[in-house]
């Protein structure tokens, strides 16, 4: 039997992209008969060992600055893998010198896209990750995108054979397409009429990298016809900020945005929608794309969003560069005005999220870990 160990810092909070994938890693290696362990200062031990692993918990030392904190954590996984003797160890951008990285984020990148400005030197995510990839401490590396996988290339010089791609899996049984009688329920509980139409916006928080701001500016710029007739939401933890909630206080649309709490069940917001929107400055994958196109929603994105690289033919007219706030208005009202159009675009999507369904996972996975665990 072969011994795992997978690394994250944090695993408490299973609905985040980056734990959902250690679920996902936890699930496959312990379908084929490995001993998975995973280490993290927080975690939520009853999801571990529902998914197969055996839960570990690392020192933390709270008065240790975050780097400093990093650092330790890296130290305790290095040592738990000695103990254990473990034949492959796994990380996920936060542990120096695994076999193979898990990269969720490319946080260069996310500085450049999000801030203006190359990150500082300084910050702990410089001092994490960049000797990773200069000092090529791994084996290998899975990125979650072609995006993803292009940005290490050409950043750090890392040859194309050392990195594979898998993207984030959804789960076909949450996200499909509901029956027409439950969808038109929730839209008539979110207030949308037989004759109105519902755009929305779904993350978990951030607004700034999600674009939020982007969405807020295109809706004052729709044509009024289409914009009077529409609803408009988004979904996320965070408060609006005084910049934010300033844009959408000079919309004159303003009265039709609503924010919505985050849910489970959140296959019922996409399923209400007749357009979903992720103008977002950088997401190196984006799962609630690929969540929405399962569910049928037409989906307006940017090529800076990994999950557009699954948006093909028809759907692939609207992603877009991310830079004008008017070409996103001008996509949202193409599909807003065209119901055959959304049709088609929803149709296609639907099709395309089946390369990321969970049961299309495990031979992706069995490429990049068969020679590891034979």
């Not at 692993?53 to 990093?70: A, E, L, V, Y």
């Not at 990150?119 to 993803?148: C, G, R, W």
């Not at 054979?161 to 397409?177: C, R, T």
Request: hydrophobic letters at 40%; proline letters at 4%.
């Amino acid at each position: 039997m072969k011994t795992i160990l997978i690394a994250k810092q944090n695993l408490e909070k299973t609905y985040s992209g980056a734990c959902r994938s250690v679920h996902e890693e936890i699930k496959y290696f312990h379908s084929k008969g490995c001993e998975v362990h995973t280490i993290s200062e927080n975690a939520n031990v009853v999801d571990i060992e529902s998914s197969g692993g055996i839960p570990h918990k690392s020192k933390r030392f709270f008065w240790q600055k975050k780097f400093r904190r990093r650092m330790q954590f890296s130290n305790e996984a290095l040592k738990l893998a000695k103990k254990l003797k473990v034949d492959l160890l796994i990380g996920q951008g936060d542990l120096q010198q695994p076999d193979v990285h898990f990269i969720h984020n490319c946080v260069h990148l996310a500085s450049e896209k999000v801030h203006g400005k190359p990150l500082a030197k300084d910050d702990e995510m410089y001092l994490t990750h960049t000797p990773i990839f200069q000092n090529h401490q791994f084996k290998h590396i899975v990125a979650n995108s072609h995006l993803a996988k292009n940005e290490l290339m050409s950043r750090f010089s890392i040859p194309e054979h050392d990195i594979s791609v898998i993207y984030p899996a959804i789960d076909e049984n949450q996200f499909k397409l509901l029956p027409i009688e439950e969808r038109n329920a929730i839209r008539a509980d979110l207030g949308v009429k037989d004759d109105e139409l519902l755009v929305g916006l779904v993350t978990s928080g951030n607004f700034k990298k999600r674009g939020v701001d982007r969405f807020f500016e295109a809706i004052s710029l729709l044509p009024k016809e289409v914009a009077e007739k529409t609803h408009f939401v988004f979904v996320g933890k965070d408060k609006l900020s005084p910049e934010y909630q300033a844009i959408l206080d000079r919309s004159p649309y303003k009265n039709r945005v609503r924010q919505l709490p985050i849910i489970n069940k959140v296959e019922g917001y996409f399923n209400a929608l007749d357009v979903f929107v992720l103008p977002a400055r950088i997401e190196e994958f984006g799962r609630v794309v690929a969540e929405a196109m399962a569910c049928g929603a037409p989906v307006i994105t940017t090529k800076w969003v990994g999950a557009s690289e699954l948006m093909k033919a028809e759907s692939a007219e609207f992603v877009y560069d991310g830079e004008s706030n008017q070409t996103l208005a001008n996509l949202m009202d193409a599909l807003l005005s065209d119901k055959a159009l959304r049709k088609r675009v929803s149709l296609a999507n639907q099709t395309s999220a089946k390369e990321v369904y969970e049961s299309a996972l495990e031979e992706k996975f069995d490429a990049v870990f068969g020679p590891y665990i034979v």
